[in-house]
């Protein structure tokens, strides 16, 4: 977030092989200033051939602006304008299958903001903004074509007063959103008839009113709060009351041991296809039919330095979650049937619990960390029975290694990251039924994944460097070692029309490139 009038141009470019972009710092007078930045990607030009495997031809891309105009027109007010627009295109082609996926989603944000501090040292902050997130799928098959599109829109107001009352800090605030949500659904083409599967737009509001503090006392600091929502979806209405409590106590000879407990209400509900492996998910409102998502969650940690420059954390969590919603079929499955939104979804609940380590080291030529944690996501969901199963994003263990090396004029840098593979449903049998698969599954996410294993290897040369001018070379190889990790299950039809059960291999095997940057 960029708070600050910069009183001088500056200007800060990287152009490497796979991306490129700019950032710009332009002072109008003492008390404005404008800042622009972009991104734009061409990965697809010098690395097309990387991105193909296995029979799957593959191009991806991404694009973003953001422009901030920042007013402080005197010391006690800070006026901000954030404007900002992205997108990323992904399209992958089966030849085996005659199969040609694209998917595209995007963001949209405009935000004014406002801060006021008043005479005493209360401060008030003031902020609306307009959201837009999508999600489209394309899909052209044998036979037909397919279009799951899905929005969510948001306009919202933010304003709190914070202020302190001898040792104790205090905040008390509101929130107030209107949501037009359009649920995804599917408009099937075929060679003869266009059918759409009608999703009528979800107009809803939200509206919260919070409070927070915070007391110190010796060693000891303490958190408090609450928050109370109402939630309104046509004649469903849903009011919660959320409180919550930190407890942090800190003592340079033994370390510090912090306790965070709360419960939170979602009155949004994200799903999708979460066995695609890709972005692909949307948004539904809370209603009488699927109720909102509440969650209980506890955490306790300890953390220590130790030695010189070396830092130790240690922190375990468990949380319930209650009315989750899943939806475990595929894309082909909601074009044919018809049944993405129509259909009720599976409603359940389910228990997240943890622990992680880390290790930092802080200064010296090296610094870095190691970091481990053992992950389990359980969901307990009830259609015709009650079955159990792994949340479709779970990684039960996941290692990770960043090291970093200062050398004069050089920055070496390694990261490490091994983690378990995710579940997916296996398929038990599949056939061929003039030219169209036929498939029936096992148990839903009863399968697993390989482990996940890559390297990535980095190096920063700096030609010139100094408070007012530096630049330089960046070289990266992405999965140094060539590692085939696996991105999703799926089944294959091979030339003569058998059927095998397959896994993609991850599209980029390795990715050398070079970056030459700039700051002025």
Aim: glycine share 8%; hydrophobic share 35%; aromatic share 14%.
């Amino acid at each position: 977030s960029i708070d600050t009038i910069t009183t001088k141009f500056h200007v800060s470019a990287n152009v490497g092989l796979i991306s490129s972009d700019l950032h710009l710092e332009l002072p109008i007078t003492n008390h404005v200033a404008v800042y622009l930045s972009g991104r734009l990607s061409y990965l697809n030009i010098f690395y097309g051939s990387l991105l193909n495997s296995e029979g799957m031809k593959m191009k991806y891309g991404f694009n973003d602006i953001n422009a901030t105009i920042v007013v402080n027109p005197n010391s006690n007010d800070h006026i901000k304008l954030d404007i900002y627009t992205g997108s990323d295109n992904f399209r992958i082609k089966d030849d085996d299958n005659s199969s040609t996926y694209n998917i595209n989603w995007g963001n949209e944000l405009a935000l004014l903001s406002w801060r006021h501090i008043f005479h005493g040292g209360m401060r008030t902050e003031q902020s609306v903004y307009l959201s837009k997130c999508n999600s489209n799928v394309k899909a052209n098959l044998a036979g037909f074509s397919g279009l799951l599109d899905a929005n969510l829109l948001d306009i919202s107001y933010k304003g709190n007063l914070s202020g302190s009352i001898k040792n104790i800090m205090w905040k008390i605030g509101t929130e107030h959103t209107l949501y037009d949500i359009h649920p995804q659904h599917p408009d099937l083409i075929t060679n003869s008839s266009l059918l759409s599967a009608f999703a009528k737009r979800q107009h809803t509001y939200e509206g919260s009113t919070y409070i927070n503090s915070a007391y110190s006392l010796k060693n000891f600091h303490i958190n408090l709060g609450a928050r109370a929502s109402i939630y309104k979806y046509e004649h469903d209405i849903f009011m919660h009351f959320d409180p919550r409590i930190g407890i942090r106590y800190k003592n340079k000879n033994v370390g510090e041991f912090w306790l965070n407990a709360g419960i939170y209400h979602q009155y949004l509900h994200h799903t999708g296809f979460s066995n695609s492996g890709f972005p692909t998910e949307y948004w539904i409102s809370a209603s009488d039919k699927y109720n909102p998502q509440c969650a209980y969650s506890i955490s306790l940690g300890y953390g220590l330095n130790i030695l010189d420059g070396y830092e130790l954390q240690l922190e375990l969590y468990c949380k319930k979650i209650k009315n989750q919603t899943e939806y475990n079929g595929d894309i082909i499955d909601a074009l044919l049937n018809q049944s993405l939104y129509n259909n009720p979804l599976r409603l359940g609940e389910g228990n997240n619990s943890g622990i992680s380590l880390l290790i930092r080291k802080k200064i010296g030529f090296l610094t870095g960390w190691i970091s481990y944690a053992y992950t389990r996501a359980k969901r307990k969901f009830q259609d015709n029975e009650i079955y159990n199963f792994d949340e479709s994003h779970e990684r039960p263990h996941e290692f990770s290694m960043v090291g970093v090396f200062h050398i004069k004029r050089f920055n070496i840098s390694t990261s490490l990251l091994w983690a378990s593979g995710t579940p997916y449903t296996p398929v038990k049998y599949s056939y061929v039924i003039n030219d169209e698969i036929i498939s029936e599954y096992g148990k839903y996410n009863s399968g697993r994944l390989p482990s996940y294993f890559k390297l990535d290897i980095a190096a920063t040369y700096w030609l010139h460097r100094d408070i007012h001018y530096s630049s330089g070379w960046r070289f990266s190889i992405y999965n140094a070692t060539v590692h085939k990790n696996i991105l999703s299950y799926h089944v294959h039809t091979g030339k003569v029309g058998n059927v095998s059960f397959t896994t993609d291999k991850f599209f980029a095997k390795i990715l050398p490139s070079v970056c030459y940057f700039i700051n002025l």
